[in-house]
């Protein structure tokens, strides 16, 4: 059974913290994604990774940076994490493949910066 | 710039109505749309629409594609409060299948 397992589903941080957000996948996907996902907005592409060691900006990078060491873990870091960061961050995985890609995501982090 | 649009944003009906959910598209090099249903969890895939006109079926709910009009509805008949979720529509963007861009999303709520 597909899975992707995010560390944390509740985070409370202080503005300036650096917050890192991890994510697991045990499928072998060679992609992994990370959203963030706001009311009204639907969800946003912060970065996705195609490989190990390699990352492409999504639709709104700044203030993140990712790091993904191992295929199976892709990690998304908030250096100094501010209070328009409050949000759910959604990670996803997927295989790469002609036609259009089924994602499969993990439960989500629920993160507040106060 | 590509952009997938959902309608209505929320929708509250009663078990046993059937429901129709829209997403429209826009983007360049259109090669599939996906449905999720994401609870209060993750998102799960239920449908991936590549021909237009042909219907996909699980359950009580359908999916259907018109790459004419560019967009896809999404029926759910006899609806259960288990249907409570939020259904998202997602299309591969320009560049490539990582790219995907996803609609706002409809919060659909089932009273008893």
């Known amino acids: 059974d597909v899975k992707v397992t995010q560390s944390s589903r509740y985070l409370v941080k202080r503005t300036g913290e650096k917050v890192f957000l991890e994510c697991v996948q045990d499928m072998d996907h060679e992609n992994m994604f990370w959203y963030r996902q706001d009311p009204g907005l639907g969800l946003r592409l912060i970065y996705f990774?195609?490989?190990?060691?390699?990352?492409e900006k999504g639709d709104i990078p700044e203030g993140y940076s990712v790091s993904r060491e191992k295929k199976e873990r892709f990690s998304l870091i908030l250096e100094s994490a501010s209070t328009n960061q409050t949000s759910m961050y959604l990670c996803?995985?997927?295989?790469?493949?002609?036609?259009?890609?089924?994602?499969?995501f993990g439960a989500g982090t629920r993160l507040s910066v106060l | 710039e590509d952009k997938v649009v959902q309608s209505p944003l929320s929708l509250v009906v009663h078990e046993g109505d059937t429901v129709t959910l829209n997403c429209s598209y826009e983007?360049?090099?259109?090669?599939?749309l996906l449905w999720y249903k994401q609870e209060k969890k993750a998102p799960t895939f239920l449908f991936m629409l590549?021909?237009?006109?042909i219907e996909k079926k699980s359950g009580r709910l359908s999916s259907i594609l018109d790459k004419k009009e560019l967009s896809s509805i999404l029926n759910i008949t006899a609806t259960q409060t288990g249907d409570s979720a939020i259904y998202l529509c997602a299309v591969p963007g320009l560049y490539n299948n990582n790219d995907m861009r996803f609609g706002a999303g409809t919060r659909l709520t089932v009273k008893p």
């Open positions: 990774s195609y490989d190990v060691k390699m990352k």
């Open positions: 996803a995985s997927s295989l790469s493949a002609a036609g259009g890609n089924i994602q499969y």
């Open positions: 590549t021909s237009s006109g």
């Open positions: 983007v360049t090099n259109f090669r599939s």
